[in-house]
């Protein structure tokens, strides 16, 4: 299995500055190619947001390129993974709530990253940004720490309510603000000819699922380019739709070489 | 940066640096002339990214605050400003903010909780009644100072300034926001007086669960949840006031503050205490109806008899080892006819206090203060037994009441006790004993419970020679005494070694010489090295004292340094 990779962001029609960062990597390993994605939508004043989101994608894609190789020398598992992560959410956090407090501001940032493998795919995931999953039909692969999600479980609010609530942007996890981080984890079997899309939530709020399927199937997404115009329509309709948040959106497309 | 020792203004000395925030230093300085300590915050030009926009709203911040005139607000008399900085000079407000009492003790106890509650609505109902009103909008304990008397401060005005829904369109996480209202989020009506009804609400669900309502799991719940013996009246007053929904909370901070005055009668509680009090008036009649049988035998040996019930009783109380059991056989004591005069029960009411738990609490003091007050003219009878017992209910105030934390309020602890102690001063006979030591205590104790106005109204110039002399002589004769119970004297330490520290420059300019304070401070060392404490509590308060004495040194350094300088 192989992979092509690609990603595009926007300020949007409102904000001056990009908090959201992302960043991705193809691996080649000793148990085959990888691919390792990352996406942050920061928050806090200024350009502080941008501080948060920038520091956790560097520290997730140097852990890709410096700390995985050496933990491939046996089967990767779930457990070392989730290890792995977890300490490096712990050593962010505090480094960003220790700068926030130096500022004297509050910042944090989501976080959502996918390491797929052979055979396995990981995610770590803390906040409202999203992981889908695209073939025949569009599966959610995350679920959102909002508070709006919350409701919704409890049943105290229904999606399209949850879409126009003014809370809907308030996170019950991040990381840089709280004591203690709660990420979630998922794992599964990856697929060949799919694709895999992480997105902030303003690359997400104004559109439906079925645009989304309609532009990022695995069909229409067959190389560098054509995934990045079908991105790039897609956060043209969010802007045309006036959504104000940044806009960033991250795909994966899986497919099996051709061999000659 | 300001220089320590600088003059600013012509009238402002920098003594010290007290805190900073993101942009600000805030000082300590002293206006010489009128022997007053202020709050210096400094914003600096440079290193501040949006110079013009803090320091507007800094200044929006301060208009607001210049016009307010409130016990529970700082007030603001300066703002001096030059091409560099941004100075404002403001009350310094003493203490410790209510978050830092909670990151170190957790949960706070009940009654102290409501008081405050009591106080922020207070100062809530200000601020509402201001035209236009003002909202809050920040209610927290992080935003709340805890004075030395007491008493608190509710300090940062740099969200009310705004006037307008907190912009939460942006991706926020919860744990930034504090406890905002939903009304906050926007789009859900404006925000007003209920807006920091709310928030009130949420602060006081903190402080007495120690549960942060803005950290995970985000949820307000029954406090009795999380808390069995808190109040249901507590509970559903919390409740109340965090409805998602502004109508359905209170609607002013006067409700609110009626609801807190009153939360034990919508107690269930309440009704089961009413319950007892009912069964102890049943014990107590059917005493009488006996006694009353006997008096129709013999009037005289029907005396005789309570007399005797009298002497049984409190032996009874002295010797079960029932703690609820005891207090009420010794108020059994005291409810017999013609016995109420009597001091011994009352005497051995305030030692089992006292050996119980070495706390003297709320509802101890209740039922103290209560029988004294209904026996006062039997008592008054034989005014030698009567002073006894003012005089040790004035220490047990002084030195074990719990109200608050018996590690934080000695200020409380002094204040409360000053009436009893003034009690032994009126009814005394002149050869009485204790009669000197009645009016030392008295004194500390009005120095405590006054010198926070006096500072306030800068009229406090005059009044630390006299505690320290006062402190001197209660070191001299309770301190140095080792007949003394242990708990009594390192308290009397730690008082003389605090105040030590805090009035150093006050002392100074009040005339007590280096040596003097140097002296005092040296008997004070010794004497703590030298108490062999015998429990756990008495080890951690001497070491507490200890370790502060090199502190204490300091700021008797600094007070006579600073003086070298001019």
């Not at chain 1, 060949?192 to 439906?208: A, E, L």
């Not at chain 2, 091409?83 to 009350?91: A, E, F, N, T």
């Not at chain 2, 992080?142 to 300090?155: H, Q």
């Not at chain 2, 807006?195 to 799991?217: F, K, Q, R, W």
């Amino acid at each position: 299995m192989d992979f092509i990779v690609s990603a595009s962001t926007d300020v949007g029609i409102k904000k001056t500055t990009n908090q959201d960062s992302y960043g991705a990597k193809i691996l080649h390993t000793a148990q085959g190619k990888m691919l390792f994605a990352v996406l942050c939508d920061g928050m806090g004043g200024l350009s502080m947001g941008e501080v948060a989101s920038a520091t956790l994608v560097h520290a997730f894609l140097k852990w890709a390129e410096d700390s995985l190789e050496g933990l491939l020398e046996e089967p990767l598992t779930d457990d070392v993974i989730r290890a792995e992560w977890e300490a490096l959410i712990r050593e962010n956090n505090d480094k960003i709530k220790r700068y926030g407090k130096e500022k004297g501001v509050n910042l944090g940032t989501t976080l959502t990253a996918i390491l797929i493998t052979q055979d396995r795919y990981y995610i770590i995931h803390v906040g409202d940004s999203r992981a889908y999953e695209i073939r025949h039909s569009l599966r959610r692969l995350t679920e959102d720490q909002s508070l709006v999600a919350r409701e919704i479980r409890r049943g105290n609010l229904t999606e399209e309510e949850a879409e126009r609530d003014p809370r809907r942007s308030v996170l019950l996890q991040c990381v840089g603000v709280l004591d203690t981080v709660e990420p979630l984890m998922y794992f599964g079997k990856p697929y060949t000819n799919t694709v895999y899309m992480i997105c902030s939530d303003g690359f997400r709020h104004q559109v439906s699922e079925l645009e989304l399927m309609d532009y990022l199937a695995p069909p229409k997404m067959l190389d560098e380019d054509s995934m990045q115009k079908n991105m790039n329509r897609l956060i043209q309709m969010n802007k045309e739709r006036q959504e104000t948040d940044n806009i960033s959106v991250l795909t994966i497309k899986t497919y099996e070489p051709q061999v000659l | 940066m300001l220089q320590i020792g600088s003059l600013v203004d012509g009238k402002y000395k920098i003594l010290s640096k007290i805190g900073s925030g993101g942009m600000s230093v805030v000082y300590m300085a002293i206006n010489e002339k009128a022997n007053k300590t202020w709050a210096v915050k400094e914003l600096r030009r440079e290193g501040v990214v949006n110079y013009e926009a803090v320091r507007n709203g800094l200044i929006a911040e301060t208009e607001i605050l210049k016009k307010l005139h409130h016990p529970h607000l700082p007030s603001i008399v300066d703002v001096i400003e030059d091409q560099d900085s941004l100075l404002i000079v403001m009350d310094y407000v003493e203490g410790v903010s209510l978050n830092v009492n909670l990151e170190e003790y957790g949960a706070q106890p009940q009654e102290l909780v409501i008081e405050w509650g009591k106080q922020l609505c207070d100062v809530l109902a200000y601020l509402h009644s201001r035209k236009p009103p003002i909202i809050y909008r920040d209610m927290k304990p992080g935003n709340v100072m805890l004075r030395p008397d007491g008493n608190l401060t509710l300090i940062d005005f740099g969200t009310a300034r705004e006037f307008k829904v907190r912009n939460i369109a942006d991706t926020t996480c919860l744990g930034t926001i504090g406890y905002a209202a939903p009304e906050q989020f926007g789009g859900q009506g404006q925000t007003d007086a209920r807006t920091d009804i709310y928030g009130l609400g949420a602060t006081l669900y903190h402080l007495v669960t120690g549960l942060n309502p803005s950290e995970p799991p985000y949820e307000i719940r029954p406090i009795r949840e999380l808390d069995p013996t808190l109040s249901g009246g507590l509970e559903k007053i919390i409740l109340k006031c965090v409805q998602k929904n502004p109508d359905d909370r209170y609607q002013s901070a006067e409700e609110l503050m009626y609801a807190l005055e009153n939360y034990e009668k919508v107690d269930d509680r309440y009704r089961s205490m009413l319950k007892v009090r009912l069964a102890s008036f049943f014990a107590v009649l059917a005493l009488a109806i006996v006694f009353s049988f006997l008096a129709v035998g013999n009037q005289m040996l029907a005396s005789g008899n309570q007399g005797k019930e009298y002497v049984d009783l409190i032996a009874d109380a002295k010797t079960t080892a029932d703690y609820e059991t005891s207090l009420k056989t010794f108020e059994a004591a005291i409810n017999i006819p013609d016995q109420n005069g009597q001091s011994e029960a009352y005497l051995g009411l305030i030692q089992a206090y006292k050996a119980n738990d070495h706390l003297f609490t709320v509802d101890e003091a209740r039922q103290l203060e209560r029988l004294i007050s209904e026996n006062r003219d039997a008592l008054l009878k034989n005014p030698k037994e009567y002073v006894d017992i003012c005089f040790e209910t004035g220490k047990l105030f002084w030195y074990y009441y719990a109200y608050g934390g018996i590690e934080n309020n000695q200020v409380t602890r002094a204040k409360s006790a000053i009436e009893w102690f003034q009690e032994v001063m009126r009814y005394a006979p002149p050869d009485y004993e204790n009669l000197a030591m009645a009016e030392v205590y008295s004194n500390v104790g009005i120095f405590y419970r006054d010198i926070q106005t006096a500072v306030t109204e800068a009229d406090d110039k005059g009044r630390y020679k006299p505690l320290f002399d006062n402190i001197v002589q209660m070191t001299e004769s309770i301190a140095k005494n080792e007949n003394e119970s242990e708990i009594v004297r390192l308290e009397l330490l730690e008082l003389g070694r605090s105040a030590l520290q805090q009035y150093a420059t006050k002392l100074k300019v009040d005339g007590v010489t280096e040596d003097e304070m140097r002296a005092l401070l040296s008997d004070i060392r010794s004497i703590l090295e030298d108490i062999q404490t015998t429990t756990e509590t008495s080890t951690n308060r001497k070491e507490e004292s200890l370790r502060h004495i090199g502190q204490t040194q300091k700021a008797i350094d600094t007070a006579f340094s600073s003086g070298k300088d001019q």
